[in-house]
Nanobody, 121 residues
Framework: QVQLVESGGGLVQPGGSLRLSCAAS????????MGWYRQAPGEERELVAT???????NYADSVKDRFTISRDIAKNTVYLQMNALKPEDTAAYFC???????????????WGQGTQVTVSS
């Protein structure tokens, strides 16, 4: 069983900052990619940022230069530092990873339960 546990969401004023954390646990041989998606009410889930185990990061255009993703490979943890937050960043943020359960198995996708981020004055 693989679990992704997020923390760090909350209410923040426009222009403020938050840091999200997500720790993966369970029987995974390797994690190829970890990252974050978000979903606002009535909207589809969208990519925010991901990072491969080699350190290649990918960001949505809407968060470039404001959000920074980082990983602690040894701890199977991914972080999302969010600065200069805007009301349109309000959404449930979901941790995501692609991992292998065995050395020669394919990758599977796993999702966290989500953490709410609300940007409002």
């Amino acid at each position: 069983q693989v679990q992704l546990v997020e923390s760090g969401g909350g209410l923040v004023q426009p222009g403020g900052s938050l840091r999200l954390s997500c720790a993966a646990s369970g029987s995974l041989f390797s994690i190829e990619l970890m990252g974050w998606y978000r979903q606002a009410p009535g909207e589809e889930r969208e990519l925010v940022a991901t990072e491969t185990k080699e350190g290649r990061a990918n960001y949505a255009d809407s968060v470039k230069d404001r959000f920074t993703i980082s990983r602690d490979i040894a701890k199977n943890t991914v972080y999302l530092q969010m600065n200069a937050l805007k009301p349109e960043d309000t959404a449930a943020y979901f941790c995501y990873c692609e991992g292998r359960r065995f050395p020669y198995s394919g990758t599977r996708a796993y999702w966290g339960q989500g953490t709410q981020v609300t940007v409002s004055s």
